[in-house]
């Protein structure tokens, strides 16, 4: 999602004296994240959640303390962090409600939604309650058309809303409760939520985490054109194969370079060794373009490669095959294939 917000980053004595700090502790989870990439600069989108878990936006020490562990400018720093709509410019409150007034939603309610929630909170989008409990926003297509109008919190989704139900969910959340969403994980909060967007855990202990995955979901909405094409006894074409390119003649060898090195293996040397240090040393060796296939990552029974391939697993769709539910006819194309539970 990205932004046309031109507000400053709130910057006010008051705001900044009653931060929580990012410490040591921030530091050491910082430099885990940058560890987690072949470039630093990489690690930023994570860090930029991880500054908000800790303080509700990303403020000028937290831009500050990006652009130190990672080496860029503030002005870097800044310019991505005022990008994206969810890095937040202001102090966000207990819990973020987003409305989705894209088209669909809107035309289902989701304006009214919108409008009625700003009337009962007195605030407008990207605002926080007095109170502190709730900022408001409108959101554009959240990606759930199949259940407009849809609110989110914290974004988590509550689908299938309307002026009531979304009246009843703000007031709860507002007394403190946390009312379950409709499909995925618990509600948490908002400081929540990002330090899991930074990569960590926000759940107490394993079998908590473990709840979240295994959460219901709920696809009614979303297979509801498979089961029409089952009963009229439709199916997509089949995808046209595509006969491999042919391979590029090899080109000569540039002057100058060493013997059997073309000029772009030679930069990439140069920026192999130009590296400041081991991880983006490390990166720069694995763009190298005579560096070896990576072998795919090892999976717990010894097989190699990844273990979520697109298309194969619960609440990932792509392009391929799936089988109708009822008769185990088989479909080509693109799917989102059945969640178990
Ligand atoms: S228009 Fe609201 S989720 Fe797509």
Not at 38 to 48: G, Y
Not at 209 to 223: E, F, I, K, Q, Y
Request: glycine share 8%.
């Amino acid at each position: 999602m990205t932004g046309l917000d031109s507000s400053p980053v709130d910057a006010s004595p008051e705001t900044l004296a009653a931060l929580p700090p990012l410490t040591e502790q921030t530091r050491l989870e910082a430099r885990e994240i940058i560890a987690r990439y072949p470039v630093a600069r990489s690690a930023l989108l994570p860090m930029l959640h991880l500054v908000q878990s800790v303080q509700g936006y990303v403020s000028p020490e937290g831009v500050a303390f990006c652009a130190e562990e990672l080496r860029l400018t503030k002005a870097e720093v800044g310019a991505v962090a005022t990008f994206y709509t969810m890095y937040k410019r202001r102090p966000a409150g207990r819990h973020l409600v987003s409305v989705c007034t894209n088209t669909l939603c809107s035309v289902l309610g989701g304006q009214k939604i919108m409008d009625a929630l700003s009337s009962d909170l007195g605030v407008h989008h990207d605002e926080t309650a007095a109170d502190g409990s709730i900022t408001l926003e409108h959101a554009e297509c959240l990606a759930a058309c199949d259940y407009a109008p849809v609110v989110t919190v914290d974004y988590e989704f509550y689908d299938q809303q309307d002026v009531e139900s979304a009246r009843e969910l703000v007031a709860a959340l507002r007394r403190g409760e946390k009312p379950a969403p409709t499909r995925g994980a618990p509600l948490t909060d908002f400081k929540g939520i990002s330090r899991q967007l930074a990569g960590f855990s926000q759940h107490p202990d394993a079998a908590a985490a473990r709840a979240a995955v295994d959460a219901p979901s709920a696809l009614g909405p979303t297979l509801v054109g498979l089961r029409l094409a089952e009963e009229r006894g439709e199916w997509a074409p089949e995808m046209p194969r595509r006969s491999a390119p042919a391979p590029e003649p090899q080109q000569p060898v540039a002057t100058g370079a060493p013997s059997g090195q073309t000029p772009a293996a030679q930069a990439a040397d140069a920026t192999v060794a130009a590296a400041d240090n081991s991880a983006e040393r490390a990166g720069a060796a694995g763009a190298h373009p005579d560096a070896p296939e990576p072998a795919g990552r090892r999976l717990p029974d010894g097989r190699e490669g990844t273990d979520t391939p697109a298309g194969q697993e619960p609440g990932t769709s792509g392009q391929g095959t799936a089988e109708t539910p009822e008769t185990g006819r088989r479909i080509e194309g693109s799917f989102t294939p059945k969640r178990k539970g």
